[in-house]
């Protein structure tokens, strides 16, 4: 149509879930339908780019100095559920059925695509452990092979013997992650969580 629709239709497509067609029907419905929300949607995403950032305990989004899950005191402090991204958070979060802390590694092992543990968010996770005396650790990562590879490697190198560890798994289909699961999916494979060996 010209340079400057190709342009924002492109800038769509590149965000995750959206294609072709998806990108196209965003820019006409903003640019044509709804032009009025093109400045205010604009300022939403600037004022969020600048004021979040990751929380420097857990890894999720952050406003403040941490993020309101790791503020909250009425949070069980022993008890860190793991996850690959912040909408896995997002997901585990609107099931409510866990009352705990997290630890967001922003991603998972995957030697394919050079993903090793120096790329996860791992610099303060032993830490964490000790500091919190964390004494119960839920690994809600994706049940494929990265995932499995992810949890091998926390529990062989990083998580101490006495710390129990369970392992999320009961209702999700192999291969999806936990972001693609409706709440109540997620509350029981949260409840029949499995210890790991």
């Known amino acids: 149509m010209s340079p400057a629709f190709d342009e924002l239709v492109q800038r769509l497509k590149a965000l995750p879930g959206l294609g072709i067609r998806s990108a196209e029907r965003i820019a006409l419905h903003l640019l044509v339908q709804k032009p009025e929300d093109v400045l205010p949607l604009q300022e939403a995403i600037t004022k969020a780019a600048e004021k979040l950032h990751r929380c420097p305990i ?24 793991v996850v690959e ?21 922003h991603g998972k092992l995957s030697p394919l695509h050079d993903v090793g543990p120096e790329e996860l968010n791992l610099g303060n996770f032993t830490a964490r452990l000790e500091e919190e005396k964390i004494r119960e650790i839920i690994l809600a990562v994706s ?55």
């Open 85 to 105: 991204n912040v909408p896995d958070l997002l997901a585990i979060e609107r099931s409510s059925a866990y009352r705990g802390r997290y630890h967001v590694l």
């Open 58 to 81: 857990c890894g999720n989004l952050a406003e403040g100095d941490c993020c309101s899950i790791c503020a909250d005191s009425n949070r069980d402090p022993h008890l860190l559920c």
């Open 143 to 197: 049940n494929d092979i990265e995932g499995e590879a992810t949890c091998h490697y926390l529990t062989e190198n990083l998580i101490p013997r006495e710390v129990t560890v369970s392992r999320i798994g009961f209702g999700l289909p192999s291969g999806a992650g936990v972001v693609f699961a409706d709440a109540t999916t997620l509350k029981s494979a949260l409840e029949a969580r499995r210890p790991m060996s």
